[in-house]
């Protein structure tokens, strides 16, 4: 998959000051090349001294963007996306009109395009938080969030309207979706339909349990 482009916001150098448009570049560089390394190799196996031969610069360069290779997927983090217009456009639709089923196979294919689309740094991230790193466990829930909050709502609608059970609760309905859109993403592409859990018949399973979840009576 292509990564998308990276940390384009400006950003200040580690003592604070204003980075210049050369500064810029070469963090970007550093962030770009970090995020080359990860689609190939773990986290923990890219040093430093690896992304400043990559960028074509020097470890002591890369020390004065940041502390370290964690530091620069945080960055990366920083400007990449887990939600989209598009995704933000169906899932605001009205759940509970006609078209519901083929809306929740719209927003599967749209989120695990999405997903896939920053899967480098997604999956560093999400490993990174599973072995206890707060810094990505923050980041992880931080991205997570607008989506989180457009489910949650929309759950809370199928509710009022007698579609779901009242006792589940939206937020945790919200997380089980998101958990399962995340999952099918990451490992989605690499399934087979010969055993018949490929990746269209995966999707086409989230599609539904994800339109039941939000109360569609197609």
């Known amino acids: 998959m292509n990564e998308p482009a990276l940390a384009q916001a400006p950003a200040p150098e580690r003592n604070g000051r204003k980075l210049g448009a050369k500064g810029q570049r070469t963090r970007q560089q550093l962030i770009e090349a970090t995020v080359e390394l990860l689609k190939t190799h ?23 963007y940041f502390k370290g290779v964690p530091e620069a997927v945080l ?19 009205d759940w509970l009109a006609p078209g519901g089923a083929e809306a929740a196979a719209a927003f599967v294919e749209e989120y695990t395009a999405l997903w896939n689309n920053n899967r480098t740094i997604f999956v560093v991230r999400n490993l990174a938080a599973d ?60 399934s087979r339909e010969e055993d018949r859990v490929g990746y269209a018949s995966l999707k086409a399973a989230a599609a539904h349990s994800l339109a039941m979840m939000l109360g569609v009576r197609d």
């Not at 759950?155 to 995340?182: D, F, N, V, W």
Request: net charge negative; aromatic share 4%.
């Open 42 to 64: 773990g986290l923990r196996d890219v040093s430093v001294v690896d992304v400043a031969r990559a960028a074509n610069t020097s470890p002591a360069t890369f020390y004065v």
């Open 75 to 93: 960055a990366a983090l920083e400007n990449s996306s887990q939600t989209s217009p598009e995704l933000e456009a169906l899932m605001a639709r």
């Open 131 to 190: 072995e206890g790193d707060d810094r990505f466990y923050e980041a992880r829930m931080t991205q997570a969030l607008p989506i989180m909050n457009a489910i949650s709502h929309q759950i809370e609608r199928a509710q009022t309207a007698g579609r779901i059970p009242a006792s589940l609760s939206p937020r945790a309905c919200a997380g089980t979706i998101l958990m399962m859109l995340e999952r099918l993403s990451a490992i989605g592409p690499m």
